[in-house]
């Protein structure tokens, strides 16, 4: 997620494409792809212009 964080730390980037996470290469119980959407959320918001978060995101 570091490196993702530098990504979208550039003005450059204009869009990100998540094209597979497999649930079967994860633990059974699904912790694998909470801890994987948790930190996605948190590197996508940490990235965000304060104006330009989600009322979600700002609370």
Known sequence: M???GVLLGSERL???TITE???DHGAEDG???N???D???SALTA???PGKRSPEARS
């Open 2 to 4: 570091r490196a993702l």
């Open 47 to 49: 990235s965000s212009p």
């Open 14 to 16: 204009s869009a990100l």
């Open 21 to 23: 996470i497999n649930p």
């Open 35 to 37: 801890i994987f959407v």
């Open 39 to 41: 930190a996605l959320v």
């Open 31 to 33: 912790s694998t792809i």
